[in-house]
Structure formats: structure tokens, C-alpha cells
């Protein structure tokens, strides 16, 4: 699907300037609480014109047919671009958790890793992050290593989604 670079993009924001609009797909999540499972899921990215995208994300179990079985994970937030390359996300989660992040976009290219994480008294403790997002022949790959629950940094999700 075409892309176009919108008239009004804050210049700090040309690195992750492929990263706007909506973009849909399926992944695969593991951890050593909850076992594997398969995931459809939305990320919408959108702006105004200043140094920031709002970010929202949804996502749903799927069984081995990729039929929907119950909601998942939501997330939204803002991605900060302080300055071209730099980047800061703050990120809310319906489970009871918030986080801070912090990294650099280059080229089709984004990584980030928690600075800091907050939590509701009911929530999973969920303790430190690393996301990779990537433009691979015009698809969004992401991958997100999570410390939760005791358990040390691994691989949690990963998906490959398409621009809608």
C-alpha cells in the first residue's frame, strides 16, 4: 500500500515517519507463565504536527484456524521525537502498568528499552522491556522482550503486520 509522507510532519519526526497510519496482522507471543499463543492485532500511529505520534494498540487471541477467541493486550500513548533520531515513549497498558522508554530510529529502523515502569497493586509486575520495530518490505516487524513476574529479559511477541 502507497505511502505518503504528510505536509504537516514535525521534522524531529522523519525517522519514524513510516510508522503513520494503521496497520494490521498477526503474531506469536511466549513466556514462561502463560505458554505460547497466536495473535491478531491493530497498531495505529497518528499526528497532528507536532513532535509526537499517538500510539494505539489492541490485540485478540486467535485459535490455530486464526479465528477470533477473546480480547488481549491494549496499550496507547505517545512516541516523542525530542530531536531527529531520539526518541521517548510513554506507554499505558489496560492491564494496570505504565512505562517510560527510551531509544533511536534510523532508517526503517526503531528500538527502544524501559527506563522505568509503574504498576496498580493488581497488576502483573512487569519490570523491564526491549521493542525492535522495523519497515521489512514495506511491513511493520516488531519484536518485545519483557522481565515480568520474576522472569528475566526474553522474547514475549512478535508479529508481522501490514499497513491497512
Request: proline content about 5%.
Amino acid at each position: 500500500m502507497p505511502f505518503e509522507i504528510p505536509d504537516n510532519l514535525h521534522p524531529n519526526c522523519g525517522p519514524v515517519a513510516w510508522l503513520l497510519g494503521t496497520w494490521q496482522g498477526n503474531g506469536h507471543g511466549d513466556y514462561p507463565t502463560i505458554g505460547e499463543f497466536e495473535f491478531g492485532q491493530e497498531l495505529i500511529f497518528t499526528h497532528d504536527g507536532r513532535p509526537f505520534f499517538h500510539y494505539m494498540a489492541r490485540a485478540w487471541i486467535v485459535d490455530a484456524e486464526g479465528k477470533h477467541v477473546r480480547e488481549a493486550a491494549m496499550e496507547t500513548g505517545f512516541l516523542r521525537c525530542p530531536e531527529p533520531g531520539k526518541l521517548e515513549l510513554l506507554l499505558a497498558h489496560n492491564t494496570g502498568f505504565a512505562e517510560v522508554w527510551y531509544g533511536a530510529a534510523e532508517a526503517g529502523k526503531m528500538e527502544l528499552h524501559t527506563a522505568g515502569v509503574a504498576f496498580t497493586e493488581t497488576a502483573k509486575q512487569v519490570t523491564a522491556g526491549s521493542r525492535m520495530y522495523g519497515n521489512v518490505e514495506g511491513d511493520l516487524l516488531y519484536a518485545y522482550d519483557m522481565a515480568a513476574m520474576g522472569q528475566e529479559l526474553q522474547p514475549h511477541t512478535w508479529a508481522r503486520l501490514r499497513r491497512a
